[in-house]
C-alpha cells in the first residue's frame, strides 16, 4: 500500500541511540539526555505555593521518564504577580519538597528548579526597565538567587537552574537594549554581564560545588539591535568560567516587539521574537539549533566541555538523535512535544516511537498563556482533561467501520476539505493523524485532528495530493491506514504554453489548447 512509503526513514534502537546515552552534570547522573524545559502552566495560585494540580502535572511529567524535568519558573522575590511558584522564603520549602519526593518515588527523572527575576508591569504599557534599578535593588536581587538556590537545594531537587532569557531582569541586562551607564550597563559586553556573573557567584556561594547550577539563556534575542550568536558564544564562556554546569539555550521572547493589547500588560512572545522561542508549525524543524551548534562548538574550542542543551521545535526521537550525533549538542530539551505527550521518553527508549502522540505546534498552549488562562494542550487534549490522558498500555489500536471512508473535497481559494469514519476503540480514540503526498512523493505527516475532519489551507493550483488518516486511542496505538483519497487540484491561472498572445482584451489560444 502507497500509505506505508511514510516508514522509510532511519530507525535507531534505543542501545544505539545517544539520546538514550547517561551523562553526568556535577555529581547528577541523567539515564538519558532528554530534558523538559520550564515552561508557564499557571496551575499555581496567586500565593505562590506547590498545589495539588502543579503536583499532578509534574507526576505526570515524571512517568514519562526524561532525563532531567526543570519545574517552571519560579520567583526569587515577592513582587506581585499572577500565578507563579515562589522559593523567596522558608515557607515555600515544604511543598516543594514534598512534590520533588513524590517525583523521585515515581521516576529516575532528575528534577531542577528554574529561578526567575522579574521586573514590574502595568496594564497601561508602562515596563520597568534595568536602567531603573538602584545599586541596592541590584545587590538585593544577587542576594535572592542566592538565597533562593540554597532553599532550592534544601528542598530535594536535584539541581537549580537560573532563568537569564527572554524578557526577564537578567536577560534585560545582557541585552544590546540595557540603557543603564554605569558597571553594570550596556556600554561594554563585560558590563552587560556584570550582574549574570555576580548572580552565578552568589548562588555557588549558597549552593557549594558539588551541586549542580545551569543557565538557560538566549542565544540569539531576534530583535532589531538585539544581540545574536557573535556575542551570546562569550556570554557562554563566561558562564563556563565561572563554573555553570550546563548551559540551556533559549531565543527571543522580548518586550520589545510585543504587541500591546489595550488594558493588559505586555505579553514578550506576541512579537517575532516570541515566535522565535516557540516556533510554531510553519517554521521549519530544529529551528534554532544553530544557536548551539555555534555555542558548543566556541566553548569546547576554548576547553571547557559544559553540556549545551538545544530547543525549538524537534519533534521526533529520530531528529533529535540526529542533532545529537552531529555534535549540535549534548542534550536536548522539549516542552510542547512533551506537553503533548508526557511518555514520549518512555516510549522512544522502549522501541515504541510509532505510539507517540505528535505536537503539531498549533501554539494553542501559548495562547492560553498569553489570555492567562491555565497551559495545556488544547490542540489535541480532548476538551475535559487538565493533564495529559492516560490509558493501560493494551496493544489493541482503534479499528475502523469499514475502510475510513476518507473523502477529499475542494473547495474555493485551494482549500481542501476532508471527511473521514469515526475509528472504534476499546478504551477510546484520542485523535487522528493526517498524512499527505504531494505529486506522488513519499507521504508525510501533515497535522492531527481531535475530530473526523479537516480543512487544508495549503493545496496550491496544478499539484497533485493524496491523503490517507491514520486513528489512535489514548495509549498511543494507531489504526492501519484509512483508504487513499486522490485530487488534482486545477491551476486556476493559465500555464506556460497554454497561452501565446494577449491582444484587446481576447486571448489567442496555441495550436492543441481548449479553453
Same mark, same amino acid.
Given at each position: 500500500?502507497?500509505?506505508?512509503?511514510?516508514?522509510?526513514?532511519?530507525?535507531?534502537?534505543?542501545?544505539?541511540?545517544?539520546?538514550?546515552?547517561?551523562?553526568?552534570?556535577?555529581?547528577?547522573?541523567?539515564?538519558?539526555?532528554?530534558?523538559?524545559?520550564?515552561?508557564?502552566?499557571?496551575?499555581?495560585?496567586?500565593?505562590?505555593?506547590?498545589?495539588?494540580?502543579?503536583?499532578?502535572?509534574?507526576?505526570?511529567?515524571?512517568?514519562?521518564?526524561?532525563?532531567?524535568?526543570?519545574?517552571?519558573?519560579? !520567583?526569587?522575590?515577592?513582587s506581585k504577580s499572577g500565578p507563579l511558584l515562589r522559593m523567596c522564603a522558608d515557607e515555600f520549602i515544604p511543598g516543594h519538597r514534598?512534590?520533588?519526593?513524590?517525583?523521585?518515588?515515581?521516576?529516575?527523572?532528575?528534577?531542577?528548579?528554574?529561578?526567575?527575576?522579574?521586573?514590574?508591569?502595568?496594564?497601561?504599557? =508602562?515596563?520597568?526597565?534595568?536602567?531603573?534599578?538602584?545599586?541596592?535593588?541590584?545587590?538585593?536581587?544577587?542576594? !535572592?538567587?542566592?538565597?533562593?538556590?540554597?532553599?532550592?537545594?534544601?528542598?530535594?531537587?536535584?539541581?537549580?537552574?537560573?532563568?537569564?532569557?527572554?524578557?526577564?531582569?537578567?536577560?534585560?541586562?545582557?541585552?544590546?537594549?540595557?540603557?543603564?551607564?554605569?558597571?553594570?550597563?550596556?556600554?561594554?559586553?563585560?558590563?552587560?554581564?556584570?550582574?549574570?556573573?555576580?548572580?552565578?557567584?552568589?548562588?555557588?556561594?549558597?549552593?557549594?560545588?558539588?551541586?549542580?547550577?545551569?543557565?538557560?539563556?538566549?542565544?540569539?534575542?531576534?530583535?532589531?539591535?538585539?544581540?545574536?550568536?557573535?556575542?551570546? &558564544?562569550?556570554?557562554? +564562556?563566561?558562564?563556563?568560567?565561572?563554573?555553570?554546569?550546563?548551559?540551556?539555550?533559549?531565543?527571543?521572547?522580548?518586550?520589545?516587539?510585543?504587541?500591546?493589547?489595550?488594558?493588559?500588560?505586555?505579553?514578550?512572545?506576541?512579537?517575532?521574537?516570541?515566535?522565535?522561542?516557540?516556533? *510554531?508549525?510553519?517554521?521549519?524543524?530544529? $529551528?534554532?539549533?544553530?544557536?548551539?551548534?555555534?555555542? &558548543?562548538?566556541?566553548?569546547?574550542?576554548?576547553?571547557?566541555?559544559?553540556?549545551?542543551? $538545544?530547543?525549538?521545535?524537534?519533534?521526533?526521537?529520530?531528529? !533529535?538523535?540526529?542533532?545529537?550525533?552531529?555534535? &549540535?549538542?549534548?542534550?536536548?530539551?522539549?516542552?510542547?512535544?512533551?506537553?503533548?505527550?508526557?511518555?514520549?521518553?518512555?516510549?522512544?527508549?522502549?522501541?515504541?516511537?510509532?505510539?507517540?502522540?505528535?505536537?503539531?505546534?498549533?501554539?494553542?498552549?501559548?495562547?492560553?498563556?498569553?489570555?492567562?488562562?491555565?497551559?495545556?494542550?488544547?490542540? +489535541? =487534549?480532548?476538551?475535559?482533561?487538565?493533564?495529559?490522558?492516560?490509558?493501560?498500555?493494551?496493544?489493541?489500536?482503534?479499528? =475502523?467501520?469499514?475502510?475510513?471512508? +476518507?473523502?477529499?473535497?475542494?473547495?474555493?481559494?485551494?482549500?481542501?476539505?476532508? $471527511? =473521514?469514519?469515526?475509528?472504534?476503540?476499546?478504551?477510546?480514540?484520542?485523535?487522528?493523524?493526517?498524512?499527505?503526498?504531494?505529486?506522488?512523493?513519499?507521504?508525510?505527516?501533515?497535522?492531527?485532528?481531535?475530530?473526523?475532519?479537516?480543512?487544508?489551507?495549503?493545496?496550491?493550483?496544478?499539484?497533485?495530493? *493524496?491523503?490517507?488518516?491514520?486513528?489512535?486511542?489514548?495509549?498511543?496505538?494507531?489504526?492501519?491506514?484509512?483508504?487513499?483519497?486522490?485530487?488534482?487540484?486545477?491551476?486556476?491561472?493559465?500555464?506556460?504554453?497554454?497561452?501565446? +498572445?494577449?491582444?484587446?482584451?481576447?486571448?489567442?489560444?496555441?495550436?492543441?489548447?481548449?479553453?
Open positions: 500500500m502507497r500509505a506505508l512509503t511514510i516508514f522509510r526513514e532511519v530507525v535507531y534502537t534505543a542501545r544505539e541511540m545517544l539520546l538514550f546515552e547517561p551523562i553526568v552534570i556535577n555529581h547528577m547522573r541523567l539515564d538519558n539526555r532528554i530534558l523538559l524545559t520550564a515552561m508557564v502552566t499557571r496551575l499555581s495560585g496567586e500565593d505562590g505555593f506547590v498545589n495539588q494540580d502543579i503536583r499532578d502535572r509534574y507526576l505526570r511529567f515524571a512517568r514519562g521518564e526524561p532525563g532531567l524535568i526543570v519545574v517552571e519558573a519560579t !520567583a526569587v522575590h515577592s514534598e512534590m520533588v519526593d513524590e517525583m523521585h518515588a515515581a521516576s529516575p527523572s532528575k528534577v531542577a528548579l528554574h529561578l526567575i527575576h522579574f521586573m514590574k508591569i502595568a496594564r497601561s504599557g =508602562w515596563r520597568q526597565t534595568g536602567d531603573m534599578l538602584s545599586k541596592d535593588d541590584l545587590k538585593a536581587i544577587i542576594t !535572592a538567587y542566592g538565597e533562593a538556590a540554597a532553599r532550592t537545594r534544601e528542598a530535594g531537587y536535584d539541581a537549580v537552574e537560573l532563568h537569564m532569557a527572554h524578557a526577564y531582569t537578567l536577560s534585560s541586562f545582557l541585552s544590546r537594549k540595557n540603557k543603564r551607564l554605569d558597571e553594570y550597563g550596556g556600554r561594554s559586553l563585560e558590563t552587560r554581564m556584570r550582574l549574570m556573573s555576580e548572580v552565578i557567584l552568589e548562588v555557588r556561594r549558597n549552593v557549594g560545588d558539588d551541586y549542580p547550577v545551569g543557565v538557560r539563556f538566549d542565544g540569539e534575542e531576534c530583535i532589531k539591535g538585539g544581540y545574536g550568536l557573535g556575542e551570546s &558564544k562569550y556570554m557562554a +564562556l563566561r558562564m563556563s568560567q565561572l563554573g555553570v554546569d550546563y548551559i540551556s539555550i533559549s531565543a527571543g521572547g522580548k518586550f520589545e516587539d510585543a504587541v500591546k493589547k489595550e488594558g493588559e500588560p505586555l505579553y514578550p512572545y506576541t512579537g517575532y521574537s516570541g515566535d522565535r522561542t516557540m516556533p *510554531a508549525a510553519v517554521y521549519q524543524d530544529a $529551528t534554532n539549533v544553530y544557536l548551539s551548534e555555534g555555542i &558548543k562548538g566556541f566553548i569546547n574550542a576554548h576547553g571547557y566541555p559544559v553540556p549545551v542543551v $538545544t530547543t525549538g521545535k524537534i519533534p521526533t526521537p529520530a531528529l !533529535a538523535e540526529s542533532i545529537l550525533q552531529a555534535g &549540535k549538542a549534548d542534550i536536548v530539551g522539549f516542552a510542547r512535544a512533551l506537553l503533548a505527550d508526557p511518555d514520549w521518553p518512555r516510549k522512544a527508549r522502549e522501541g515504541k516511537e510509532h505510539t507517540i502522540i505528535r505536537c503539531i505546534y498549533g501554539n494553542v498552549c501559548k495562547n492560553l498563556d498569553e489570555n492567562f488562562k491555565q497551559v495545556r494542550c488544547g490542540s +489535541l =487534549w480532548p476538551r475535559e482533561y487538565l493533564h495529559a490522558p492516560e490509558a493501560p498500555d493494551d496493544e489493541q489500536p482503534p479499528v =475502523w467501520p469499514t475502510d475510513g471512508g +476518507l473523502k477529499v473535497e475542494l473547495r474555493e481559494n485551494g482549500q481542501v476539505r476532508l $471527511t =473521514w469514519e469515526k475509528a472504534k476503540d476499546p478504551v477510546g480514540v484520542y485523535g487522528y493523524e493526517i498524512f499527505r503526498s504531494v505529486n506522488g512523493s513519499q507521504f508525510v505527516h501533515l497535522t492531527s485532528s481531535l475530530s473526523a475532519n479537516h480543512v487544508e489551507e495549503y493545496a496550491l493550483g496544478a499539484n497533485r495530493y *493524496a491523503y490517507f488518516i491514520r486513528a489512535y486511542d489514548f495509549a498511543g496505538n494507531r489504526s492501519v491506514p484509512s483508504n487513499t483519497a486522490e485530487l488534482e487540484v486545477p491551476a486556476g491561472f493559465p500555464l506556460p504554453g497554454e497561452i501565446s +498572445l494577449v491582444l484587446d482584451g481576447q486571448v489567442e489560444a496555441e495550436q492543441g489548447f481548449t479553453a
